[in-house]
């Protein structure tokens, strides 16, 4: 089985805006997307040397990367439209589905934190990464 990302599909919607999640097409060559690793736990430790910990709850922060010239651009330059016209902030969903893995994630609760307002020109364009906060990404039944 392959685990190219090339088939990696990310469907993503946004509550009043686009209610039936749309497929993200054009991404850049060599970066699709991307997610931080998240700190599960906080630890302290007592005066005695004795470690403790919690588990802590940790937003997901993820990059999405598409060509200048990709058709899923329109989605993320009309979210943005959006919430400047209503100073209002629009709530995202999604899904990854990673056919090389056989698995699937559900994207809960998502921010659009950042958004280049246009592609760095160079050579050519550049691509331009979006990044979405998520309450939670999460593997989801395939």
């Known amino acids: 089985m392959s685990i190219t990302s090339s088939n990696a599909s990310l469907t993503l919607g946004v509550t009043g805006l686009f209610p039936v999640a749309q497929?993200?097409?054009?991404?850049?060559?060599?970066?699709i997307y991307d997610t931080e690793a998240l700190e599960q736990?906080?630890?302290?430790?007592?005066?005695?040397?004795?470690?403790?910990?919690g588990y802590v709850y940790n937003p997901v922060s993820q990059g999405i990367s598409l060509m200048a010239d990709s058709p899923s651009i329109d989605f993320f330059d009309r979210w943005i439209a959006a919430m400047r016209q209503a100073g209002e902030i629009y709530t995202?969903?999604?899904v990854t589905f990673l056919p090389g893995t056989n698995r699937k994630?559900?994207?809960t609760k998502g921010f659009l934190i950042s958004a280049p307002i246009m592609p760095d020109a160079k050579k050519v364009l550049q691509p331009r990464k979006f990044t979405i906060r998520w309450e939670s990404v999460l593997p989801a039944p395939v």
Do not use: C, N, P, R
């Open 23 to 31: 497929k993200m097409q054009g991404f850049a060559a060599d970066d």
């Open 41 to 53: 736990a906080e630890t302290m430790m007592g005066v005695d040397g004795i470690l403790s910990g």
């Open 105 to 107: 994630y559900a994207h």
């Open 92 to 94: 995202a969903f999604g």
